[in-house]
């Protein structure tokens, strides 16, 4: 079965940093772009970033209001996608997917397969 | 970054409606725009992509069209199973960006 489970959300402080990870299971995760999906009440669904293949690079592109905060990173021997974020504030609070990318146009494509997600609440 | 718009951010039906739910970018995307359904606590589900065509397992009841920048998504006959929240999504460009989401709920 093909699946996408995310963990390591949960309550932060503003300033702070958390790891979420995402395990994949059922197909070939070395070979997926995998990306970042959040979804916060304010602000609908929002693009985080992606990593690349790594037989494509293996290249992280990340939204602007998370560039610089945010870092993507994947370990294919333990099917495994991370999103380390530092410098929390509190519009990051949001339910964090990842997702595969089913490319369809230069890079681009449609989010196909998504995890159950976890809730990150950036709080004092 | 290009913006999505969807409209009616929410509307009541009832089985067997035909139900019809509009997307516009801010710039031509030519057919690169996605569809997905979301019901509570889930996430969300690919239902269709290049504008019209139908992800592998979703009913023939669901379709889309549209070029350019404007889009439509249409429930030919609305089943119980459909009651949701429905969002596009373009993907002409990074970043790929959602429209805010139509909610279908029960008149």
């Known amino acids: 079965e093909l699946q996408l489970v995310e963990s390591g959300g949960g309550l932060v402080k503003p300033g702070g940093s958390l790891r979420l990870s995402c395990t994949a299971s059922?197909?070939?995760?070395?070979?997926?772009?995998m990306n970042w999906v959040r979804q916060s009440p304010g602000k609908g669904l929002q693009w985080v970033g992606r990593?690349?293949?790594?037989?494509?690079?293996?290249?992280?592109?990340?939204a602007a209001p998370v560039k610089g905060r945010f870092t993507i990173s994947r370990d294919d021997s333990k099917n495994m996608l991370h999103l380390q974020m530092n410098s929390l504030r509190a519009e990051d609070t949001a339910v964090y997917y990842c997702?595969?990318?089913?490319?369809?146009?230069f890079g681009l494509g449609a989010f196909d397969l998504w995890g159950q997600g976890t809730m990150v609440t950036v709080s004092s | 970054d290009i913006q999505m718009t969807q409209s009616p951010p929410s509307l009541s039906a009832s089985v067997g409606d035909r139900v019809t739910i509009t997307c516009q970018a801010t710039?031509?995307?030519?057919?690169?725009l996605n569809w997905y359904q979301q019901k509570p606590g889930k996430a969300p589900k690919l239902l269709i992509f290049?504008?019209?065509t139908l992800e592998t397992g979703v009913p023939s009841r669901f379709s889309g069209s549209g070029l350019g920048t404007h889009f439509s998504f249409t429930i030919s006959s609305l089943q119980p199973e459909d009651f949701a929240t429905y969002f596009c999504?373009?993907?002409?460009?990074?970043?790929?960006?959602f429209g805010p989401g139509t909610k279908v709920d029960v008149k």
């Open positions: 999504q373009q993907y002409h460009n990074l970043p790929p960006t």
């Open positions: 710039q031509d995307i030519n057919n690169y």
């Open positions: 990593i690349k293949s790594k037989t494509d690079g293996g290249t992280p592109d990340y």
């Open positions: 290049d504008a019209s």
């Open positions: 059922g197909f070939t995760f070395r070979n997926a772009w």
């Open positions: 997702a595969t990318e089913r490319l369809l146009w």
